[in-house]
């Protein structure tokens, strides 16, 4: 009975999970556009490439900032208290602690890293900001 169980979960996790339509045909994936980078790999066919090929004119919609406004954002970072920091700013060092962070490339996003200012307080000395083309690194001047 378990293994009937299970045998049925697969197949339905294997149907669903690998692009299969109502008809069992597999649905085709778009192509994707632009000379962003792909992320799908070869012959993947459940795969939905998401490519930002906007530069640094935010996207179409213009729901994504500039990459010129997310480096003035980086630099407006610098300095300020761990306190200080938005909710969705990541904290890639913090002292001499190294944090774990996933490796996905998500425009926008802003790594820090914090380092005590002789008080106790952790302040911001380097912002990554993960723009369009490549991120850019942005440190205090020491």
Do not use: H, N
């Amino acid at each position: 009975m378990k293994t009937t169980i299970a045998a049925m979960f697969a197949v339905s996790v294997l149907a669903t999970g690998c692009g299969l339509a109502a008809g069992g045909a597999a649905e085709e994936a778009t192509p994707p556009t632009g000379d962003g980078m792909a992320m799908c790999a070869p012959g993947v066919t459940d795969c939905v490439d998401v490519v930002d090929d906007s530069g640094d004119a935010g996207d179409a919609a213009g729901t994504r900032p500039s990459d010129d406004t997310l480096r003035e954002e980086a630099r407006s970072m610098l300095g300020l208290a761990e306190d200080e920091l938005a909710e969705d700013v990541r904290i890639g060092r913090r002292g001499g602690e190294q944090m774990m962070l996933t490796e996905d490339y998500q425009v926008g996003r802003f790594t820090v890293e914090l380092d005590d200012d002789g008080t106790g307080t952790f302040r911001v000395t380097a912002v990554t900001a993960e723009l369009g083309d490549a991120p850019e690194t942005f440190t205090t001047a020491t």
